[in-house]
T-cell receptor, first 119, second 109 residues
Framework: GAVVSQHPSWVICKSGTSVKIECRSL??????MFWYRQFPKQSLMLMAT?????????EQGVEKDKFLINHASLTLSTLTVTSAHPEDSSFYIC???????????????FGPGTRLTVL | GQNIDQPTEMTATEGAIVQINCTYQ??????LFWYQQHAGEAPTFLSY????GLEEKGRFSSFLSRSKGYSYLLLKELQMKDSASYLC??????????FGAGTTVTVRA
């Protein structure tokens, strides 16, 4: 099956610093990737849609200047949390939608997630 | 937008059957997914329905009724490892997924 990796798997940083999270599709191309955030005991909330070669589309209430997304290639999207604060501590999960034509249903494949803790 | 409802918690005995219901109201429907998520891990795909009816995959089955905005996930022959959160997610025409809050299933011996 299709595999998506995330790096790092966990990160601890000081308040005010920036953190970059990478999302890679390992064995397929993904023009579109998605970034989610999940707080403890809550469901996944879509933050933004990352499109290769164009600007990301952010969901309502998500600050685009704080959460910078770069989709530089068909297999890599990065999320940078700028000037992180303790309230940004969360579980960040990416997913990648396999490009057509593949015969698949456009299914999203999830990365293993990145646990961010801001002190 | 999407409004997706599912029960918060369910408890069942090992070897039993549990049915998790999901109702949704959407502005666009392009498929319904069920995911399993263990604590601290990313969701893993269980099933996908886009047409009405039942999809069976081993011990797990999923049903969809588009006219009723209703789906269920059926877990048979429950095992202790099935204790997890189960997420119902609806996809729209932009291929964006909207997730329900998740149902925590606890399997007891």
């Amino acid at each position: 099956g299709a595999v998506v990796s995330q790096h790092p798997s966990w990160v601890i940083c000081k308040s005010g610093t920036s953190v970059k999270i990478e999302c890679r599709s390992l064995d397929f191309q993904a023009t579109t990737m998605f970034w989610y955030r999940q707080f403890p005991k809550q469901s996944l909330m879509l933050m933004a849609t990352s499109n290769e070669g164009s600007k990301a589309t952010y969901e309502q209430g998500v600050e685009k200047d704080k959460f910078l997304i770069n989709h530089a290639s068909l297999t890599l999207s990065t999320l940078t949390v700028t000037s992180a604060h303790p309230e940004d501590s969360s579980f960040y999960i990416c997913s990648a939608r396999e490009d057509f034509p593949s015969g698949r249903s456009g299914e999203q494949f999830f990365g293993p997630g990145t646990r961010l803790t801001v002190l | 937008g999407q409004n997706i409802d599912q029960p918060t918690e369910m408890t069942a005995t090992e070897g039993a059957i549990v049915q998790i219901n999901c109702t949704y109201q959407t502005s666009g429907f392009n498929g319904l997914f069920w995911y399993q998520q263990h604590a601290g891990e990313a969701p893993t795909f269980l099933s996908y329905n886009v047409l009405d009816g039942l999809e069976e995959k081993g011990r797990f089955s999923s049903f969809l009724s588009r006219s009723k905005g209703y789906s269920y996930l059926l877990l048979k022959e429950l095992q202790m490892k099935d204790s997890a959160s189960y997420l119902c997610a609806v996809r729209d025409y932009d291929y964006k997924l909207s997730f329900g809050a998740g149902t925590t299933v606890t399997v007891r011996a």
